[in-house]
């Protein structure tokens, strides 16, 4: 019977992602941990605005910057490069951890000179007590973007080395961090003891990752080796990959602006919705897509069409099957989740009220995102960043157009419609864009300037 269960999670679910959903689920219930601290301690009010509000830009400046550098390119053009030649694999990721940390640093020196500016962008509805208080925390948040880019960096090889539990520890750590800064220093220092326990969490993040890479074998140095070709390569797609990596963030700008215009505390209880909505993406849409991903660039450099689109379509079927179930979950079982998990003290009724009412929107969401994370990978598997850019780009309009749309007589589920609808349209595009790319197969494409000659797909 045992064995049985196994022949049937090996074969609809790629290597790893049982491991990643257990982590995952982890991370999340150390996020609640971290929640429930929050709304015990805060409630739902100005302080905890500016403490979200004040991730904002430096997490938007991570993941144009950085994050969209890594997820995408890295692993596909390091399977391709490392079956010509392992070294020069090891040089790339050495030069690419190299740039992202001197990159993100002088973004970071950048946007504290700029710190008194970001107030009209990111929260022009505060009062002037808590703009100060914004400004504050946005200022000790400027530290965590350098240490998570040399994790994302480190995360990405362990990734294409397909070494998942120390990545996926990570996140665990970094919620270990905050929650523990708050219990130990919210007495002295109040809303700024969460933002210093950010801080020590990213500490964490990084060093789980530097003990997996130890353990591999990789080895870490500096390294600016700037002529090599896949670096290009990898520069190449980064770019394409950099215009489309903002709209998730810029989509919750959006969101929070929205919700900064309604009844104080709106911004909190979006960002409390989305914690819960995001679990069942993260342990099943992410989770899946991260471990096919590796497999999925192996079997596109080796030219193994079959492969590729056996693991696509397995990878989609049972995304969608979980997803759809989950999202259902989340609308009938949140309101009770969020009253028994965050309920009690400064967090009323209607605030376990506010927040409901944004999850079960959300939720619609859940199978579409879900899809997109496998869809996405697909399509930089094929060493194609382009199409996800566009796909996203049109999903961010749909999203912005309904919700400004319905926001008038809605309200704050105009919030979860709009999403929801951007997300169907973007997964529905990015799927009719990975048809395309199988259909015309390796041959041509530019992921044959890092493949060995020898591996390259015949010409007739």
Not at 5 to 12: C, E, H, K, P
Not at 216 to 226: F, G, V
Request: aromatic share 6%; glycine share 10%.
């Amino acid at each position: 019977m045992l064995d049985r269960i196994r022949g049937l999670f090996a074969r609809f679910l790629p290597q790893g992602a049982i491991l990643l959903a257990v982590l995952t689920f982890a991370s999340y219930l150390a996020g609640l941990a971290r929640d429930r601290i929050f709304a015990q301690t805060f409630g739902v009010g100005p302080e905890l605005d500016a403490y979200n509000a004040a991730f904002q830009l430096p997490e938007l400046a991570l993941d144009v910057l950085v994050a969209a550098g890594l997820t995408a390119p890295f692993v596909p053009v390091f399977t391709t490069l490392r079956r010509a030649d392992a070294e020069a694999a090891t040089r790339f990721a050495q030069t690419v951890l190299t740039l992202a940390v001197l990159v993100m640093s002088a973004v970071c020196l950048l946007l504290l000179v700029l710190a008194p500016a970001t107030i009209q962008i990111i929260a022009p509805g505060f009062d002037e007590a808590n703009q100060a208080r914004y400004l504050e925390l946005y200022r000790i948040m400027l530290v965590t973007p350098v240490l998570f880019a040399a994790s994302i960096a480190l995360g990405e090889m362990l990734v294409a080395e397909r070494r998942f539990l120390t990545y996926a520890l990570a996140p665990i750590l970094y919620n270990v961090g905050i929650a523990g800064g708050t219990l130990l220093l919210h007495g002295q220092l109040g809303i700024r003891a969460a933002a210093i326990g950010a801080v020590v969490g990213a500490l964490l993040h990084l060093g789980i990752r530097v003990l997996g890479i130890a353990r591999s074998p990789m080895r870490l140095r500096p390294r600016l080796e700037l002529r090599m070709p896949a670096l290009h390569e990898f520069l190449r797609l980064m770019a394409p990959k950099m215009a489309s990596q903002p709209v998730e963030p810029l989509t919750f700008l959006f969101f929070n602006r929205v919700a900064s215009t309604m009844a104080a505390g709106s911004v909190t209880a979006l960002s409390f919705a989305r914690n819960f909505q995001s679990v069942p993406v993260s342990m099943i849409g992410i989770a899946i897509a991260l471990a096919a991903f590796p497999g999925l660039s192996a079997s596109w450099a080796a030219g193994d069409l079959g492969g590729f689109r056996r693991q696509v379509r397995t990878g989609a079927l049972s995304i969608t099957a979980l997803t759809v179930a989950a999202a259902i979950a989340l609308a009938v079982v949140g309101p009770l989740a969020i009253e028994v998990l965050l309920g009690g003290g400064a967090f009323d009724a209607e605030a376990v009220r506010r927040t409901s009412v944004v999850l079960a929107a959300l939720a619609l969401a859940t199978p579409f995102e879900s899809l997109g994370h496998l869809l996405a990978r697909g399509l930089y598997a094929t060493h194609n960043t382009l199409l996800p850019v566009l796909a996203s780009l049109v999903g961010l309009g749909v999203t912005a157009g309904v919700t400004t749309a319905l926001v008038g007589s809605l309200g704050i589920i105009a919030i979860g419609l709009g999403f929801t609808a951007g997300a169907a349209v973007r997964a529905g595009l990015q799927g009719a864009a990975l048809i395309w790319r199988m259909r015309i197969g390796p041959h041509g494409s530019i992921s044959e300037r890092v493949r060995p000659p020898a591996e390259a797909a015949p010409s007739g």
